[in-house]
């Protein structure tokens, strides 16, 4: 099945990923494009979006934001030696400057000396050594070449800035003029984090955006459990918290099980590893492991070489191929009882227990807020689900959710319209590697018996392929 994976790929679009020519090699590799203003490309974010959008519409485009993200904002690489003193300046814009490194810090001047600086992908770290008026003044204690829109850290230094600043209401304005789908804010601690930022944008007209949580900090692992409750998914940076991970006594397994019995996604971003000059993005092993928890998607990193990200996208790609085949069959396990949806979850819960009594080789449902999706993915199947729904906040969603395909159909949808594409996208998904004896379930889960609307009734539908 050379045209499906279940784990989803959210890739990070930067100059060279955003070229159409290497775009359109990966645009059906990946699943979702995460855009983030901290890498500086201000002026060509609409570009990026248009770009995908003409190549494939139905990819979902996430926006990041940057809430303590400081980068630097040179445009060009800088060489910096031992011991050498170089300038830092504030600029909340690009800057073409060989010389004078600029990063979008406003406290910059507030620094004290000895402050100690490091540049993360570069690998570059610097001191305080004094405060000028139009630069601060820095020793280079390892040094090596500054890269353009590195990452920058300020050691043992508290950022005092709120969850949701003027500079991030700023960005999400812009994002939603351009045609943003999923959000997925950075560094939150707390639930009322979730509502400030739901608040804001029901102003905007935006209350039906999905928000993924990054999970970054101890605060937000001791608080897991409210945000999750109020959130759409989330995002865990493990490199960032394996220390509370062990302080709380959690585990990768354990957050992403959380998830999957509330029927959320659970997204790991991945990072790789400098090595021999360059960065190494595939680690099997770990791969392995979050396939084996079937992690929904993977985030790939800011550390994603700009240079040779089809390469880095095709190679992680193919090792989930490779790596989802070998997945052995779960454990069928109850997932955590709702009342409010109690007759929906059981014929989803039955329509996953079918697929290990018969040969199912596809799902195909309708759902009208992305619930029974969501809700069967977290199940873990091991065929995939094809899923229609006629809300577009829904149907980018369910790009993000594990063994999901997504369509979005009309408002005069029926239950005959569903069987008759929904036979299609299954010979376009298995690339008419299907025979008509196959079978396939057709699942309709609401709380009532029957929808008036689509003309389905409640529960299941055992066919073969021929007579869908």
């Known amino acids: 099945m050379n045209n499906f994976h279940f784990s989803k790929i959210i890739a ?106 490091k540049f993360q992908q570069s690998g570059v770290v610097v001191k305080i050594k004094s405060n000028k008026e139009t630069a601060t003044m820095c020793e280079v204690i390892e040094w090596g070449w500054i890269i353009q829109y590195d990452r920058v850290f300020f050691q043992n230094y508290d950022l005092k800035l709120p969850f949701l600043g003027e500079r991030d209401k700023k960005d999400i304005l812009w994002w939603l003029e351009y045609g943003i789908h999923v959000m997925a804010p950075s560094v939150v601690k707390t639930r009322d984090d979730i509502i400030e930022l739901k608040q804001f944008l029901a102003t905007k007209n935006a209350d039906k955006m999905k928000i993924l949580a990054k999970i970054e900090t101890e605060e937000a692992l001791e608080n897991l459990d409210e945000i999750l409750d109020i959130s759409d998914g989330l995002i865990f940076v493990f490199e960032k ?15 992403v099980k959380q998830c999957k019995i509330l029927g959320k ?7 790789g590893k400098f090595e021999k000059n360059k960065y190494q993005l595939i680690n099997e092993t770990q791969l392995k492991k979050f396939s084996t928890m079937a ?16 390469t880095m996208i095709t190679q ?19 997932f955590y009882a709702n009342n409010e949806f109690m007759v929906r979850d059981y014929i989803l819960y039955n329509a996953h227990r079918a697929t290990q009594e018969v040969d199912v080789r596809a799902f195909v449902l309708y759902t009208e807020n992305g619930y029974s999706a969501w809700r069967l993915s977290s199940l873990k199947p091991r065929v995939p689900i094809i899923a229609f729904t006629k809300s577009d906040e829904n149907y980018r969603y369910l790009n ?4 999901v395909r997504g369509y979005k159909i009309s408002q005069s949808f029926s239950y005959e319209n569903l069987k008759r594409i929904g ?46």
């Open 295 to 310: 992690a929904d998607g993977y985030m790939l990193d800011v550390l994603l070489q700009e240079e040779d990200p089809l």
């Open 423 to 468: 036979k299609e996208m299954i010979r376009i998904i298995f690339k008419g590697n299907i025979s008509l004896d196959d079978k396939i379930i057709i699942v309709q889960a609401n709380e009532s018996i029957g929808d008036e609307k689509t003309g389905m009734i409640n529960g299941l539908e055992l066919y073969k392929f021929k007579n869908i």
């Open 241 to 255: 918290i394996e220390k509370a991970m062990k302080a709380l006594k959690m585990n990768e397994e354990m957050l």
């Open 316 to 334: 992680l790609s193919d090792t989930l191929d490779s790596l989802e085949l070998k997945i052995v069959p779960q454990e069928l396990t109850r």
């Open 12 to 117: 990070g679009v930067g100059p060279t990923l955003a070229k159409e020519t290497v775009l359109s090699k990966v645009i059906n590799m990946v699943d979702v494009f995460r855009i983030s203003l901290s890498g500086g490309f201000d002026d060509n974010n609409k570009k990026y979006i248009d770009t995908i959008m003409k190549l494939d519409n139905s990819k979902t485009i996430m926006m990041e934001t940057r809430w303590s993200d400081i980068r630097v904002k040179n445009v060009l690489d800088i060489k910096v030696k031992a011991r050498q003193t170089i300038e830092i300046e504030y600029s909340e814009y690009a800057q073409e400057h060989d010389k004078r490194i600029f990063v979008d810090a406003s406290f910059l001047r507030e620094l004290k000396v000895w402050q100690v600086i």
């Open 400 to 403: 993000m959710l594990r063994g």
């Open 265 to 271: 996604p659970a997204i790991v971003t991945f990072v």
